[in-house]
């Protein structure tokens, strides 16, 4: 039996042998149509709806919806992306959401639609967390950020709007500056310069060996830096003289 990656990365003929013998049973409802064909497949509905709607041959395939109660890929994609964005980490484990980055990055189609839904997908997640603090949904956030970053998901414009939100609880809880900056989707030295990253950001880059000396000393001699960067800094400097 398929599991979610094998459908999520079949071709269209492992598709069609997947499906063909699943018959279109008229006699339920569209919502009882999709579960009873995920349970074919030991998969909710919520899972079997991205592993075929985020597969790139499910679209030329429109033989395989009806079963699934969908009349066309269209609605397909909209039951797909409602799943993806609202669940967090219940209907679709968390495994397969890093599948599905995984399986998408290369395509530059599936990859431009899920940078469109990542936005409300965060968004949703960061407000469960703000009102429950599920440790368990806190470091499935933090490990599915790192793939977003990792996987280079996040366009420059998302990093740019996450890094200009210095009030960010999140931002802090992520270390995110230190993930952006390990992922190389902006370049250190860029980032360190900026005054929108906090001292103690800085301080965690320069812990983590990011940072070049000779960057370090750069933005030292920039007279305008506040006393607390200024002190840390100094600090490293100090205890890192050869």
Known sequence: MPDFNDILSSSEEELLQNFYKIRDDTSLSKEDKLNAVGKKFLLRGAQL?????????AQHLPEILPPMGFD?????ARSRNDAFTTDIYKRIPFDNIIEIYTSIKDNSELLQIMQY??????????????????????????AEMRAIYFDRIATIDFVEERLDNT????????????????????????????????????????????????????????????????????????????
Request: some cysteine; aromatic content about 6%; charged content about 30%.
């Open 117 to 142: 839904l990542l936005k409300s997908r965060l968004h949703n997640i960061e407000h469960r967390i703000e009102e429950t603090v599920n440790s368990i949904i806190i470091e499935k956030y933090k």
């Open 49 to 57: 709806v991205c592993a075929v709607g985020f597969n790139p041959n």
């Open 72 to 76: 066309s890929f269209d609605e397909l």
């Open 167 to 242: 009030d960010s609880g999140f931002r802090a809880l992520l270390n995110e500056v230190a993930i952006i900056t390990e992922a190389k989707i902006i370049p250190t030295g860029d980032i360190f310069f900026r005054d929108s990253i906090l001292p103690e950001e800085k301080r965690k880059l320069l812990a983590k060996a990011l940072i070049p000396m000779d960057l370090v000393e750069s933005r030292l001699a920039n007279e305008s830096i506040s006393a607390d960067e200024r002190r840390i800094l100094q600090e490293h400097i100090k205890n890192n003289r050869q």
